[in-house]
């Protein structure tokens, strides 16, 4: 971890670009060749969120271990844990780095998880920008 000057305008601009993401991820048509996509995207835009909340402490990041943590960290109230986030991150993971295939079950997993945790997650990352 680096410490750096904070950043509102670049964290509000990844908090920005997490939400075009996931909406995107969750436009697609769930298949086969689709899921590696989805799961990426998906958790791409809850490392997003994280990140933000670090770049507007003024910190920079080493890897994603932090900004998902950063996220686990948060007091929001979602209908699954908010732990959930870092099986995404372990399935990313394995599929960049080992070629891994996700089941359809893993990438219908990845938008369940999605579906009842992001909204209350950006929200509470944009709360905490806009405050400080």
């Not at 991820?25 to 899921?35: F, H, R, T, Y």
């Not at 990041?61 to 986030?85: G, Q």
Request: proline share 3%; with cysteine; hydrophobic share 35%.
């Amino acid at each position: 971890m680096r410490y750096k000057r904070p950043d509102k305008k670049n964290s509000l601009s990844l908090v920005e670009a997490s939400k075009k993401e996931i909406n995107f991820a969750l436009s697609l048509e769930v298949n086969e060749q689709s899921g590696p996509t989805i799961i990426r995207n998906i958790y791409e835009s809850f490392r997003m969120l994280g990140d933000a909340l670090l770049i507007n402490q003024g910190i920079e990041s080493k890897d994603h271990v932090e900004c998902i943590n950063a996220l686990l960290k948060l007091k929001v109230n979602t209908t699954r844990p908010i732990n959930l986030i870092n099986n995404l991150r372990i399935l990313r993971h394995n599929i960049n780095y080992y070629g891994y295939r996700p089941r359809l079950e893993e990438v219908q997993e990845a938008i369940s998880i999605a579906k009842t945790c992001f909204i209350q997650i950006f929200n509470e990352v944009c709360k905490i920008i806009k405050t400080k």
